[in-house]
């Protein structure tokens, strides 16, 4: 054979290994999806380690969300088998809000907390602000009903919530209906849009929305845009992006180099950051163990009955 076709054997003898194993990248990545009593889980298996997301009922209020991640340093076949690190979550991924009738936001009432985690004292106690009206499941573009079991490729969740505010003494009228789309993937991604609608007419005065637990695993926090790192902070401590220039990220870092977990805020709906005071931060840590964006502080937003507002962003647990 001559020299030249050779090297043109030789080539595609090693393009065809380089799409192989690419190919078997991709096909160990598996999403094995388990329901019963209420209990999701979601058994993310990459390469080299396995990361496991369970959704259920959680705190007083009893809303539905992401409750559980666990974290395996191998790949195990036994289902049983016992994680490297275990969060069981008592506290919000998505934010809860500051909200009231419109016509009550100049009365000098105490503002708290409503909806997620937070009961009628703002925190996880007290009578409850919220209930999950709804939960969706859909598996391959099919909805599933009652307990299931396999592997998947793609995975939604809605959730629909109905919030009160917390000019009400009762407790006992929702006020605002919050929309939650999980979708899900191999790859360990979590994609969320939440939209927002005004059951009559309301005003949120301090919202959050995209929120992760920081880990005991975790050693720092980073702050960045799409292209570049701003800062980057102890995770035990009080901390805020150097910059509000285009920041949308969030990462999670342990030492180690194991696992990391990062957030990115779409920059649409409130992702735009219209509703955040100039001197407040974008995005903030607090020593107590989260780390939050700030979508609505400083700036009102009041909505009429039947309005709606969203934002979206993406957690890649790693």
Known sequence: MPA????????????????????????????????????????????????????FPCGVNQIYAIGQVDYYDSIYSDENAKPDFSYQSGTDWIGPYFVCLSGNTNKGLPQRFTGGWHGSNGDGIGKPT???????????????????????????????????????????????????NYTLTPDARIHVKVVITALTDITIQRYYGMQSV????FDSVTYASSHLQLNTAPIKANSRCSSNDKTNTILLKDISGKHHLKLVLGN??????????????KAFSAAYGKSYFNLIHGKDLSLKEGESVFWEGTYYFH
């Not at 380089?18 to 999701?40: C, I």
């Not at 920081?214 to 695993?217: C, E, L, Y």
């Open 4 to 55: 030249s076709k050779n090297y043109i054997f030789l080539f595609l003898l090693v393009l065809l290994t380089a799409v192989n194993v690419h190919g078997q990248e991709k096909l160990s990545q598996k999403m094995h999806v388990s329901y019963l009593d209420d209990r999701l889980k979601i058994l993310f298996t990459g390469d080299k380690k396995q990361t496991n997301i369970q959704f």
């Open 130 to 180: 919220a209930q999950t009206q709804s939960v969706k499941i859909t598996a391959n573009g099919k909805t599933v009903l009652g307990n299931f079991n396999g592997i998947f490729d793609s995975l939604q969740v809605e959730v629909i919530n109905f919030i009160q505010g917390f000019d009400d003494s009762t407790f006992s009228r929702p006020i605002l209906k919050e929309k939650v």
């Open 214 to 217: 920081n880990f005991a695993i």
């Open 268 to 281: 649409s709906g409130l992702g735009d950051f219209e509703h955040l005071a100039e001197e407040l931060p």
